[in-house]
């Protein structure tokens, strides 16, 4: 009896513990009115890819053949069926902004978590072991980023063949090495602390060492790094979408869209202006709200 | 009865390379030249020096962090100087360190309860109500409450900290407890309330401490016999009454005297070392102290002196 009293007030202390972290974190970030608009767009971009089948009022690839390229609603010739007009195949382009926010959203998290995954576990390596695991890790990184990003993501497309999965591998690789170095830095910053010397002392193996007592005190900056290059992989993915390297049509890609509608730029303005806008839209939000992570969990930008 | 000796170190070296160009060869810090000494079970043995003196080497040499360079290192009468890896796993066990600042030594994302575990799961094969159990017992034992089980390290006071680091080192049930400054980072109150708490364990478990200090007052309190260290090199030891009462190197004796005494009306008699401690990478010759001491003569600039028995105490010095 009286050990459940302990487990219960045990618990509670945790749940305050918990509590008050989110509420600091909650305070700092909640000062910076950018980030709250960015991640309040971030979230609704969230739920209409969720809810994409309810929203769309069409189908994202039926094409309509009694209305090539109409134009909005608001414009003469336009009409209520399609509010953000029909491309040059009778698609209701709205249909298609809402379908194509899954795609990014998907290529945000399969990039992000890959180059996460792997970076860090290369960046904890180099950091650890440090001698010659660190000098190959490292150089290997360095050459990775002495390419301009998007040549290399090109590069590497051309060889794994224009898809929009091989588009997402190729991204994640370009991604990675920052991820490998914020975990290094990181790493290095806190194997040298005491509490690393006291489990050693106590016998912790190394496996243990590096992600259990390691790890976890290295993740602020790799959360806001992961942030922010979310938005960095859906601009890239649009850029080889737009190329002709990423999303291969009919998909509804965002990048794609743009790239399909290049030559009606003249005539239909909105069939090019709608996708941009969903791109430039997102990227912000999610930007935005990057930057105040970044603020709300960097102790050194902290007031004590 | 006499104490039983759990740890012999005898002429214990860490040298460090430094490297300063590429072209150059690499040149040696000596942070420990050649100490020796033993620890008994139940007694305090206290290492006593300025910044640089090489006494956290020690520690880490002790606790098996790192390997010497030389010399030899006996635990139980096991030679553990040039084992490696696996086979000083169990060894770990046996010793175990304390630090001097009790906000780093701590895992901040790691509950206190599962610090206090941790030991016990990579050493041991006890279920988790085992462990459990070990840790609530161990929180009652250095005087905190069962309910901190739950609690982050960034919950607590300095004081609490250093108990929650007494009790993790002490999980294992070890053998020898390297303190290495465990009070100087803490406020003068609770620096009394840790030190017998320390003491009271000691009393109880019938640990070897190695006491690790800069703060003379506190190995008063709390040593029974004492090692003076200078630039790597033990310069004097003895019991602690005897070094307090009568010390015989040069060093020692500026080292009491710079000690502040709450004693307005005692007759202060100061001895100021001229100079800085020098670079352990270039050592003077000779007597190391030899350029900073008030009692040099010719023979210290160029002979190295042994140690010698004078009295009570041992001292490395030529003119004593």
């Known amino acids: 009896m009286s050990e459940a009293i302990a487990n219960q007030e045990g618990f509670d202390a945790q749940q305050s513990g918990r509590l008050a972290l989110f509420k600091e974190f909650w305070s700092y970030f909640s000062e910076n009115r950018g980030a709250v608009i960015g991640m309040i767009f971030f979230f609704c971009v969230v739920l209409v ?50 379908y194509g926010s899954r795609y990014s959203l998907f290529i945000g998290c399969i990039v992000v978590s890959v180059s996460l995954v792997f970076g ?155 996708p941009g806008v969903a791109i430039l839209t997102t990227v912000l939000a999610i930007n935005l709200m990057g930057d105040g992570l970044r603020d709300a969990l960097d102790p050194k930008l902290k007031r004590s | 009865m006499k104490p039983e000796v759990v740890l012999e170190a005898e002429k214990l070296t860490r040298h460090y390379p430094v490297s300063h160009s590429l072209f150059k060869s690499p040149s040696l810090v000596k942070a420990l030249d050649g100490v020796s000494f033993t620890l008994k079970r139940g007694r305090t043995f206290a290492v006593v020096g300025e910044s640089g003196c090489g006494k956290s080497t020690l520690a880490r040499l002790i606790t098996l962090i790192e390997q010497p360079t030389s010399g030899m290192l006996k635990i139980n009468g096991i030679d553990l100087s040039n084992s490696e890896g696996k086979d000083l796993q169990e060894w770990y066990a046996r010793v175990q360190i304390i630090f001097q600042d009790p906000y780093g030594s701590l895992n901040p994302r790691q509950k206190v309860g599962l610090a206090l575990e941790e030991p016990l799961l990579v050493n041991t094969s006890q279920s988790k109500s085992e462990r459990q159990q070990a840790a609530r017992k161990m929180l009652s034992m250095v005087g905190l409450r069962p309910e901190h089980y739950e609690r982050y390290p960034h919950m607590f006071s300095g004081g609490q900290r250093q108990r929650i680091a007494v009790a993790r080192a002490l999980m294992l049930e070890p053998e020898i407890l390297v303190l290495d400054e465990p009070v100087s980072a803490l406020d003068v109150s609770i620096q009394a309330q840790i030190l017998n708490l320390l003491t009271e364990i000691q009393d109880r478990l019938n640990l070897a401490y190695l006491f690790i200090s800069h703060d003379l007052s506190v190995v008063h309190h709390i040593a029974d016999e004492v090692m003076v260290m200078y630039l790597g090199v033990p310069v004097e030891f003895a019991s602690r009454d005897t070094i307090f009462a009568k010390p015989m190197h040069p060093y020692t004796q500026a080292l009491l005297s710079a000690t502040p005494v709450a004693d307005p009306f005692k007759e202060k008699n100061r001895i100021i070392l001229r100079g800085e401690l020098p670079s352990p990478m270039n050592p003077p010759s000779g007597c190391t102290f030899h350029p900073r001491c008030p009692q040099a003569i010719d023979i210290c600039s160029h002979t190295v002196p042994e140690i010698r028995k004078i009295g009570a105490s041992k001292v490395a010095c030529h003119v004593v």
Request: charged share 15%.
């Open chain 1, 120 to 274: 860090v576990v290369l960046g904890l390596c180099a950091g650890f072991f440090r001698g010659k695991v660190d000098i190959v890790i490292m150089r290997v990184m360095d050459v990775v980023l002495a390419f301009p990003s998007l040549l290399l993501a090109l590069v590497l497309v051309a060889i794994l063949g224009p898809s929009l999965i091989n588009a997402m591998i190729a991204i994640a690789i370009v991604q990675q090495p920052h991820y490998v170095r914020l975990t290094r830095a990181a790493v290095l910053g806190e194997t040298t602390k005491d509490y690393v010397t006291a489990a050693r002392g106590i016998g912790v193996g190394k496996l243990r060492l590096m992600f259990v007592t390691i790890l976890p005190n290295c993740m602020a900056p790799l959360i806001v790094q992961a942030a922010l290059s979310f938005s960095s992989a859906i601009l890239d993915a649009a850029a080889l979408g737009f190329l002709g390297m990423g999303a291969q049509p009919p998909t509804p890609e965002w990048g794609t869209m743009l790239a399909e509608a290049r030559e009606f730029i003249l005539r239909a303005w909105w069939v090019v202006t709608f």
């Open chain 1, 49 to 98: 890819a969720i809810f994409a089948n309810f929203i769309a009022p069409h189908s994202a690839t039926e094409q309509f053949r009694d209305a090539f390229l109409q134009p909005p609603f608001w414009q003469v010739g336009g009409e209520w069926r399609f509010p953000l007009g029909t491309d040059a195949v009778g698609r209701d382009v709205l249909s298609r902004l809402i």
